[in-house]
């Protein structure tokens, strides 16, 4: 059973910057993709950014530019570099990974507010 466990939430500031961390139990390179999503409160579950496993980074137009999908095969975990948060980044952040079957994590909550 592959786990997947998110670090790096919390309260920031409007401006300020946070790093997501997704650590899998297992070896990554196998993923096919691995992405980040977010759901906020009353809605639904959205897709921030994903990184395939030859390096190939897509992001949603809100992310663009201000947040970088990284992995790192050796250390079996994915990033999600997060600057000039804004109010609306408000969500819990969830870490997902695609080979053949699917996995997720449980999520890590990000609040941005003065």
């Known amino acids: 059973q592959v786990q997947l466990v998110e670090s790096g939430g919390g309260f920031v500031q409007p401006g300020g910057s946070l790093r997501l961390s997704c650590t899998a139990s297992t070896d990554i390179f196998p993923f096919v993709v691995m992405a980040w999503y977010r759901q906020a409160p009353g809605k639904q579950r959205e897709l921030v950014a994903g990184?395939?496993?030859?390096?190939?980074?897509k992001y949603t137009e809100s992310a663009e530019g201000r947040f970088t999908i990284s992995r790192d095969n050796a250390l079996k975990t994915m990033y999600l570099q997060m600057n000039n948060l804004k109010p609306e980044d408000t969500a819990v952040y969830y870490c997902?990974?695609?080979?053949?079957?699917?996995?997720w994590g449980q999520g890590t909550q990000v609040t941005v507010a003065s």
């Open positions: 990184i395939y496993a030859n390096g190939q980074t």
């Open positions: 997902h990974a695609k080979a053949g079957w699917e996995y």
